[in-house]
């Protein structure tokens, strides 16, 4: 196996869509699948110089058997070897030091009541590939750094292997809350899944969503209609909608799972309850330059 570091929008765009059979295989969540992940890259400032960059850590076969099948890779439709393991990072500047986090966690809302982050590793063998990975990236940051990786299920082996080869990180554990759509009790709902219908409510539910998210949440609303991931539903009154509601829908091989994203409504029929747990993993480095170097090596050990 090797690993490998790539940075630049159009690069990570195109890892990927080559990690789609791996977030397949691994019953990635919508947050955690490629148009998601794209629509969160394209709400990004793409200015010279700004403060937010990506970067993938890619794990890959170094070489297949002899008439083995080579999956189409990232690079530009040539034939490559398949990605086993996938990091995909956002970095942010914030005066001299580097907040790196999943890409995905911002800019806008995520859907809450389960995990919904990930570190992509096929084995536990590509997940201490994917730890090492991770751990020289942050190495070979100039300055101090914090990191902060959320939302992602428990027992996730890439941050078990990650926060054993860091003895000054935490890792916590929380329950966050999942919306809940009873809307039909509070009187009649329209609801739709054709993209047209979407882009015609849009601007009842932008109209509700604080103005930093707005450009988040219109981009990955339209994406996601567009390939039938998506439902708008309204609550019409004289005055406009009572409530609005998106909901992202999944096909999974046990029937189509709905997980309501965001809503607002004036008249109930939405409420918040405990979901599942997710862990978090919190580290830094930076004037007291804390233990981070070496930790590689403290992996491969």
Known sequence: ???RVVDGRARVVREIRAATPLMADLAAPVPASGPWLTATLNAQPVRPFAPVSTRAVVVEQSGLPAGARREPASGGGQGGPPTDGLALLSLRRRGPATAVTLLGADPGPLPGGRPTGRLYARDDEVAGRLAEGVADLLDGL????????????LGDPTLRRLAAAMPDSSLATSRSRRLVDELDTVGEVRRSRDPAEVERRLPDVLARVPDRQRTFVRAAARLHAAIGQLEVAVVPAVDGPAAVLLTLLDRRPA???RWPWWGSSDVGGLRRELGSPTVA?????????????????????
């Open 1 to 3: 196996m090797s690993t």
């Open 142 to 153: 100039r300055g101090p750094w914090t990191l902060h990786l959320a939302g992602l299920p």
């Open 255 to 257: 029937g189509e799972d």
């Open 281 to 301: 993993l919190t580290a830094s480095a930076g004037l007291r330059r804390l233990g981070r170097r070496g930790a590689a090596r403290q992996l491969a050990g």
